[in-house]
């Protein structure tokens, strides 16, 4: 069985890729999204987009990466994906499930997902441009207005020469209201000979066992509920893999511990006031299941740059000085 980390446009950035694969829990994660117009993006957007790219494509790790590009017109996202593979990407994934108005209107994401022809056209063009043992790779929704076409673009997807399909299982404009209809899965899987991933709604361990149930997939991706319970994977693993649960934190504490820790890579990386929005957007995805969370928010949520930092330096702080005593 595999765990994926979803691709999160402004969420799953290399630094987030970075802290939750320390864990070991997840075989691969992708890039935001990188788009693709008509010309060839210079080396600085793909390290940009993928730094990993600077370490064989693998995070601290070893986690592999995969680059994700969006994009409607073939020419040139094979061009860019032969360029990401001279960069040393270990595969290419393409996006065709993004919903954002802004992004459909220029003919990229979700919008696709209407034309199964270009689906394939896209992927084969990308196919022929990189070299073979680079996987190529789709991200997909069940279909735009509604999924008739789900199963016609699976297929052309597959026949095009991609080597596994991501299903969100929801179409473009179900957005993300729940539920996710996992039921798809067998449907589309059974016409096809490449794996088909399972994503949408998997926060926690019952979703994951219902989910697992309900596909019999062998590949699962993750992407809010990875960022809500960065223990998710390591839940999921030993409940299904090892299956001999071993004594753990609780996800909130666990979570709790590398708020210093991610506040100081952005810190690092960018500045110490992108570090402080970031931690107050992470804070907030938290703030609903923990009450801690909530109440750490509402305090820093006015801090900036340094107050902020001073309150990360507390909770670091706080880490260390409990850190002999056993996990409550
Ligand atoms: C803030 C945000 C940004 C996203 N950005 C991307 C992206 O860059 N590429 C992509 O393929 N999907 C993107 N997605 C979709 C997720 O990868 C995933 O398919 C979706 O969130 C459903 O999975 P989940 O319920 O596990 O979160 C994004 C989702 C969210 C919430």
């Known amino acids: 069985m595999k765990l994926y980390l979803a691709p999160m446009e402004g969420v799953t950035d290399f630094i987030m890729r970075d802290l939750l694969t320390q864990s070991g829990d997840i075989d691969k994660c992708f890039t935001e999204f990188l788009r693709v117009t008509n010309r060839l993006h210079p080396h600085s957007v793909f390290y940009k987009n993928c730094p990993e790219l600077k370490m064989g494509s693998r995070t601290r790790t070893g986690t592999p990466v995969i680059l994700q590009l969006l994009g409607g017109q073939a020419e040139p996202l094979a061009e860019n994906a032969a360029r990401a593979a001279e960069l040393g990407a270990l595969g290419i994934d393409l996006n065709f499930g993004c919903p954002a108005k802004t992004v459909n209107r220029h003919d990229g994401g979700a919008v696709l997902l209407q034309y199964p022809q270009r689906l394939y056209d896209i992927v084969k063009n990308v196919r022929k441009a990189v070299p073979a043992m680079i996987p190529v790779s789709a991200k997909i929704r069940l279909g735009f207005q509604d999924t008739t076409l789900a199963i016609e673009n699976t297929q052309a ?21 729940p539920p996710a209809h996992w039921e798809w899965i067998p449907k589309l ?94 804070l907030r995805v938290l703030a609903p299941t923990n009450p801690e969370a909530k109440e750490i928010f509402d305090r820093l949520k006015s801090l900036k740059g340094r107050e902020f930092q001073a309150s990360m330096e507390g909770l670091s702080q706080e880490f260390s000085a409990r850190s002999s005593q056993p996990y409550e």
């Open 157 to 177: 997807l597959s026949e095009a020469g991609a080597s596994a399909v991501t299903v969100h299982c929801r179409t473009k404009i179900q957005g993300y209201r």
């Open 189 to 282: 899987s059974e016409t096809l000979s490449i794996p088909v991933i399972a994503n949408g709604d998997i926060a926690s361990l019952n979703d994951f066992n219902k989910c697992r149930e309900m596909t019999h997939s062998q590949h699962f991706m993750i992407g809010r509920g990875a960022i809500s319970n960065p223990l998710l994977f390591r839940q999921i693993r030993n409940s299904i893999i090892n299956q001999t649960p071993s004594p753990e934190p609780s996800a909130w504490l666990h979570t709790k511990a590398m708020l210093p820790a991610f506040f100081n890579a952005c810190a690092l990386s960018i500045n110490i006031h992108f570090a402080a929005a970031r931690t107050k957007q992470w």
